[in-house]
């Protein structure tokens, strides 16, 4: 297998998912999992959780494929989302 590198500083991704309800599913975000609004475009909102980036766009129907998973230090941090 080849030696792994980091990648250049700056380097990254962001994940998009379409839905048909951008303005409460990017409140749950900031709100539940406490990410914060890194871009607003015409139709799609970016946000960020420490350096994972994921956006939304409107669309006609919800996109129901693919997880988005955010790691915490604790299993009390993640049970304290459900409540």
């Known amino acids: 297998m080849p030696e792994t590198t980091d990648p250049p500083e700056g380097t990254g991704g962001i994940v998009f998912f379409r839905t048909a309800d951008r303005d409460s599913v990017v409140d749950w975000y900031r709100e539940v999992v406490g990410a ?23 669309a006609e129907e919800t996109e129901t494929e693919g997880i988005l998973t955010f790691v915490y230090d604790t299993t009390e941090e993640v049970d304290e989302l459900h409540h």
């Open 36 to 58: 914060e609004t890194w871009l607003e475009q015409p139709g799609c909102t970016i946000l960020a959780f420490e350096n994972f980036r994921f956006g939304f766009c409107d």
